[in-house]
């Protein structure tokens, strides 16, 4: 029995001081982000998708609504979707800019492997398995549709393909609204599809 759980990034955020804003509230969709969810919603219009979760955060949520409303179904939250934990939430963080030119901060960045700067690689990749695996249950012989942020499912990716967790987060595959499928028959992952229905996005972009 072939069961498919969609892991989809949220759309575009609204965030004109261009701050990481991680797990911050009031964090909404900008127009765009909007748009793509729709297109989403459109791209996955005629699939079997008979569950949608979505992280607790709003631009999650926001990203879910229009797919779940096509389905005519409501939006589940799992807590686990949520964005990682990062120390340096509220504060610019690009290259050369701000907080990282601060060396009151850059004790933070002693160990690029765990990361020191926030939650470990390997927890996130836990609690991600941990709602995968409840979502391919809720839609057993289905599918199911999760909405969650970049780097928790870049991080699921990577540890699904035996991936060292620790990466440039550069060439993070991942673009907003994108779909990482996971594909499992019974419950043995067989393979993984990546696509773009909204387009591809630069991971370089802080803030997005």
């Known amino acids: 029995m072939t069961t498919v759980v969609h892991m989809l990034r949220h759309g575009e955020v609204h965030n004109p001081e261009k701050i990481l804003y991680g797990r911050l509230p009031g964090f909404r969709l900008s127009e765009r982000g909007q748009r793509q969810a729709l297109t989403v919603a459109e791209a996955v219009a005629g699939h079997d998708i008979v569950h949608v979760v979505a992280s607790p ?4 949520q926001e990203t879910a609504a229009p797919i779940a409303g096509a389905h005519r179904l409501d939006v589940a ?6 964005e990682a ?4 939430e509220g504060k610019r963080v690009a290259v050369g800019d701000g907080a990282l030119r601060q060396p009151q901060h850059w004790s933070k960045l002693r160990d690029p492997f765990t990361p020191s700067w926030g ?3 390997l927890e996130i990749a836990h609690r991600m398995l941990g709602a995968v695996y409840r979502a391919r249950a809720a839609a057993d012989g289905h599918e199911a549709l999760c909405v969650s942020h970049q780097l928790p499912i870049w991080t699921l990716r990577r540890f699904l393909e035996a991936k060292r967790l620790w990466h440039d987060p550069r060439k993070r595959q ?3 609204a994108s779909l990482t499928s996971l594909v499992f028959e019974g419950e043995e992952l067989v393979r993984i599809v990546y696509s773009e229905p909204a387009g591809t996005t630069d991971p370089k972009v802080t803030g997005a």
């Open 174 to 176: 991942c673009s907003l």
């Open 57 to 60: 955060l709003q631009r999650a």
């Open 77 to 82: 939250t799992d807590e686990r979707l949520i």
């Open 119 to 121: 939650e470990p690689y």
């Open 85 to 88: 934990d990062n120390q340096f």
